[in-house]
């Protein structure tokens, strides 16, 4: 894999400060969602009480799922400060742009990234 150029890197990093923004409101949209359910029930049938609870569950998923990736994407922000990004952690590798672009909070090169997933 080639390393980044000047240009791709500042892409990327603008492409983390947006996925670190959206993951942000995500977690805040979550966080107001994920209150425990409290429902009248006077006011309230069985149905609407077991859709709420569902929901919360929903938005506790995506709240863990979104924590997971900001996590990341704080990581790779980290990394481009200190002029590490781009580089696979575990090979130490470029990672490649055309990787970088599809999920630019990556911090293993594809091969690295299979043989961990085939564990
Ligand atoms: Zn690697």
Known sequence: MDELTEAQAQALHA?????????????????SAAKPVQLDQTLLGRV??????????????????ANVTLKK???????HAKGEYGY?????EPIGFGRLQ??????????????IDDQ
């Open 102 to 115: 599809a999920q630019p909070e990556s911090s293993l090169c594809l091969k690295c990234q299979s043989q």
């Open 15 to 31: 492409a983390l400060l947006a996925l670190k923004e959206q993951l942000e409101q995500q977690l805040q949209q979550a966080e």
């Open 73 to 79: 994407v704080l990581a790779a922000l980290n990394a």
């Open 88 to 92: 696979c952690r575990r090979c130490d």
């Open 48 to 65: 609407s009480r077991m859709d709420a609870m569902q929901q919360q569950s929903v938005a506790l998923s995506t709240k863990g799922h």
